[in-house]
């Protein structure tokens, strides 16, 4: 029997894949190994790993499956499920997930067509980190690119870029905590 | 993100009268400007903005149109539901905050199942004491600029 993986060294570099966005199917190579009766020694210690990640990833990173990753999710989904209802949920939810949604889409146009994450961070005016925390949150929908990174749509960019050019006539400035009592006191006139 | 929020006057205000551009309340605004809030807006809030800017720093309403222009354009507008006394209690005692609440619950008298069918729901402003963080409203939290766009 071989020797039981790093569990350690196996999260990390789960962690890493999905932190860069690698899409489901290699995600569920790891399950569909994990599930193998062969080889069940990969722990589920590992198995658990990856599902705490993929949980907090799941419904963000996976909204525009390809049929074909939909087929293999649903095929996948009966033979995990008596294995691991953690699983099983999380899949679920993948499948669950409205296109619409929020989440990361692939890019679909050409490479011109997105703003990288420095020019994102300039017109936003925030760091780049601020920026990777946004897509990472969700608060910021990005769109997955080939190479596998995020990016957003330049023409949405280009939205905001003009909201910033909007003048604002010269006057007075305030703090937030001296705005709130402008307005608490203006509606209680 | 994708999220539906009713965005307070302080937020606009906090906008236009802050010393930086890069706040928190200027970081919402971008959001519903790139399509990230789903703003949800009525005529009352608006013109409520119009008159503190007058007043407090001599804006014009077309000014304000100006700045606020591509949010406005991004913005559903609806008709606040009529005022009821659980309004009052949701925001602390304070009638002239009703519009808040009421514009939020508007989304569902309104035929707006794409506004209701989206599970995140916030309504934002600055003043903590009328809109205490973490409370809620006809499905919708309330929070803060800071706390909606902590980076």
């Known amino acids: ?189 | 993100m994708l999220a539906v929020a009713v965005i307070d006057t302080s937020v606009f205000v906090a906008d236009a009268m802050s010393e930086t551009r890069a706040a928190s309340p200027s970081r919402v605004l971008r959001m519903v400007v790139v399509g990230e809030l789903r703003l949800v807006i009525c005529e009352e809030i608006k013109a409520e903005l119009v008159s503190v800017l007058a007043k407090r720093a001599g804006w014009t309403p077309a000014e304000v149109q100006t700045r606020f222009g591509p949010v406005f354009d991004r913005a559903s507008w609806l008709t606040p539901v009529p005022e009821e006394p659980h309004h009052k209690v949701a925001v602390q005692g304070h009638s002239a905050d009703t519009v808040v609440v009421r514009t939020a619950e508007a989304i569902y008298v309104s035929n707006r199942a794409d506004l209701v069918a989206i599970p995140a729901k916030y309504v934002v402003s600055i003043n903590t004491r009328h809109f205490p963080p973490g409370a809620t409203y006809a499905g919708f939290v309330f929070t803060t600029p800071h706390d909606l766009v902590a980076g």
């Open chain 1, 1 to 189: 029997m071989p020797p039981p993986p790093d569990d350690s060294a196996t999260a990390s570099r789960v962690q890493r894949q999905i932190s860069g966005c690698v899409y489901i199917r290699r995600a569920l190579t790891h399950r569909t190994q994990a599930i193998w009766p062969s080889l069940t020694y990969l722990t589920f210690g590992v198995h658990d790993h990856t599902l705490a990640l993929m949980d907090r990833e799941a419904t963000r990173v996976f909204i525009d499956l390809t049929p074909r990753e939909r087929s293999e999710v649903e095929a996948a989904l009966p033979a995990i499920a008596p294995v691991s209802g953690v699983a099983a949920e999380v899949l679920q939810r993948v499948l669950d997930a409205d296109a619409t949604g929020t989440g990361i889409r692939r890019a679909s146009r050409p490479a011109n067509a997105y703003a990288g994450i420095g020019e994102t961070a300039k017109v936003f005016c925030v760091s780049t980190q601020t920026i990777r925390n946004w897509f990472d949150k969700g608060l910021l929908t990005g769109h997955l690119t080939p190479a596998g990174t995020r990016r957003l749509l330049r023409e949405d960019l280009d939205r905001v870029a003009d909201f910033n050019s909007r003048p604002r006539p010269p006057g007075p400035t305030y703090s937030d905590a001296e705005i709130a009592e402008i307005i608490e006191h203006m509606r209680d006139e």
